[in-house]
């Protein structure tokens, strides 16, 4: 180096004062002084540890503040915008609890314009979703939402719909995709498009299983039925012992699914997940099978009502509303109202609230509820109205545009750019807010416990400690929350890694950090 360089370099400790951590030359780290105060030796480990070779030309953004005292611990890069892939998540669920709240739930409605005479529905039956997605298993084990609308109609005397089962699906936007996100994703379950309707989150599961010999083709079922996709099989059942290779690819707009691959003779089934392309026919296909089932005879076809061309596009219906999930309201036989041609509804149906849909999106990072509440956010069913309500928020809250460019609500967008000291506020300011800070952290995975975190930090004193957003993309690893120290201080952290190809070790690097955390003490 030049004796300049060499000079500049002696004076950054004298001269940085708490920030020296962030000093960073390109493809180096700050040198940090040698110091006995615990604070210090902190910035000295951690230092070293972003620095470890093991993780090759990494781009490091690093924020930790104390929650309980208001100090930055430790930065690094902390201003330098970077992708969060999931940790974003983050300021979606504090954008949806500050504007639409905790207790915000989704309606989905059954109406009709026709009458109804001796049993019959004289015409269609008209689902109105508002982009409840929570319609699926995770929230109905036992009996499906389908299952119990069928039973209250047939309870409400209805047993024959001569007409269709049209999906009304125009409170939210016909692109349920979001901007910048990779069309090689679009296959994968991960990446299901949003809709005002959603059921069994918009993916269809399949189940591959060997042949009884070596040579013969593998056995794929696709559940549950009218996903609107079709399989072609090319995947081999593998002599006992070869090593599992599968991979499937479909490309966007197209309904079939190419599986390649290897799987062993006598190998367990291989379960994956697709993206459907139209969550609207998928929905009320499904919901025609199940009244069928449920005893009441349907005459016509289930068809999204963009077939209709009837309809202007609407704003979201969703609603705060009762704790029942669904409720016949009013009777089937009562008088129509004269507003929007003489609707009936014959039952409306409420999800549970936020606070229940947050510990999904968060503890198993669920990307398409986190781009419902985008939608959500708006009031207008658009993932525009719902960035600018997002932008409008971390305005407010201080946080400037080039701080956070934000983009889709999940993080899977290349789009997306946020500092790690940005994630940092917003945790300290939902941690403050005394409306919020419960369910929120309540939301996120907990280390050695549950989500995306179960398997991590076990037997350190991180586990059942940490509480953290994982963000996962190619080339990216992230992790944003809270860890409490050995003096019983809550300490919040973003740990962003950009260009990590390594990503088991930097995985590793990102987690001996978060224990350094958890062990760290001032005394």
């Given at each position: 180096m030049s004796a300049a360089l060499v000079a500049a370099l002696a004076l950054l400790p004298a001269c940085g004062g708490p920030r020296d951590p962030a000093v960073v030359l390109p493809g180096s780290i700050a040198p940090v002084t040698a110091s006995n105060s615990p604070v210090r030796r902190l910035q000295t480990d951690l230092t070293r540890l972003f620095g470890d070779p093991a993780a090759g030309l990494t781009l490091w953004a690093v924020a930790i503040q104390s929650m309980d005292r208001g100090d930055a611990l430790f930065r690094l890069n902390d201003t330098i915008p970077v992708m969060p892939a999931s940790t974003l998540k983050i300021a979606t669920l504090a954008t949806a609890a500050e504007r639409l709240g905790w207790d915000y739930r989704y309606e989905t409605q059954l109406v009709t314009h026709a009458p109804i005479e001796s049993g019959v529905l004289k015409g269609d039956l008209i689902v109105r979703g508002s982009g409840d997605p929570t319609i699926s298993s995770r929230f109905w084990p036992s009996r499906s939402a389908f299952d119990e609308w069928a039973h209250m109609l047939r309870a409400g005397g209805i047993t024959k719909i001569e007409g269709r089962i049209i999906g009304d699906d125009n409170a939210f936007e016909d692109e349920?995709?979001?901007?910048?996100?990779?069309?090689?994703?679009?296959?994968?379950?991960?990446?299901?498009?949003?809709?005002?309707?959603?059921?069994?989150?918009?993916?269809?599961?399949?189940?591959?299983?060997?042949?009884?010999?070596?040579?013969?083709?593998?056995?794929?079922?696709?559940?549950?039925?009218?996903?609107?996709i079709s399989v072609t099989n090319q995947v081999v059942t593998a002599p006992t012992g070869t090593q599992i290779m599968l991979g499937y690819h479909r490309l966007p707009g197209q309904s079939v699914l190419t599986v390649t691959g290897l799987i062993p003779a006598g190998a367990q089934p291989v379960a994956r997940t697709v993206a459907v392309d139209n969550p609207t026919d998928f929905f009320v296909r499904g919901f025609r099978d199940a009244l069928v089932s449920g005893g009441i005879d349907v005459a016509g076809e289930a068809i999204d009502i963009d077939t209709l061309d009837l309809t202007p596009r609407r704003g979201s219906a969703a609603s705060s509303g009762s704790a029942k999930r669904a409720s016949a309201a009013p009777p089937i036989d009562a008088p129509q109202s004269h507003h929007e041609a003489a609707l009936t509804t014959l039952i409306v149906h409420r999800s549970p609230p936020l606070s229940e849909i947050a510990g999904v999106m968060m503890k198993f990072s669920q990307n398409l509820y986190a781009e419902t509440l985008l939608r959500s956010l708006g009031g207008n069913g658009t993932a525009g109205g719902g960035r600018r309500v997002l932008r409008s928020v971390l305005d407010s809250w201080d946080i400037d545009p080039e701080e956070a460019t934000i983009v889709d609500g999940s993080g899977l967008s290349r789009y997306n750019y946020v500092t790690a000291s940005a994630l940092v506020r917003i945790l300290h300011r939902m941690r403050r807010d005394e409306r919020r800070a419960a369910p929120f952290m309540a939301s996120l995975p907990v280390a050695g416990r549950d989500g995306t975190l179960a398997s991590r930090f076990k037997g350190t004193r991180a586990e059942q400690n940490v509480r953290a957003k994982t963000g996962t993309m190619a080339n990216v690893r992230a992790l944003a929350g809270y860890v409490t120290t050995l003096d019983g201080e809550l300490l919040g952290f973003a740990v962003i890694a950009n260009n990590s190809?390594?990503?088991?070790?930097?995985?590793?690097?990102?987690?001996?950090?978060?224990?350094?955390?958890?062990?760290?003490?001032r005394r």
């Open positions: 349920g995709l979001g901007a910048g996100w990779s069309w090689d994703d679009l296959v994968f379950g991960y990446a299901a498009p949003g809709s005002a309707l959603q059921r069994h989150e918009n993916v269809a599961d399949f189940t591959i299983r060997p042949g009884l010999t070596p040579g013969e083709p593998a056995l794929i079922e696709l559940q549950p039925p009218h996903s609107g190809p390594t990503s088991a070790g930097v995985d590793d690097l990102i987690d001996r950090a978060v224990e350094r955390l958890a062990n760290f003490t």
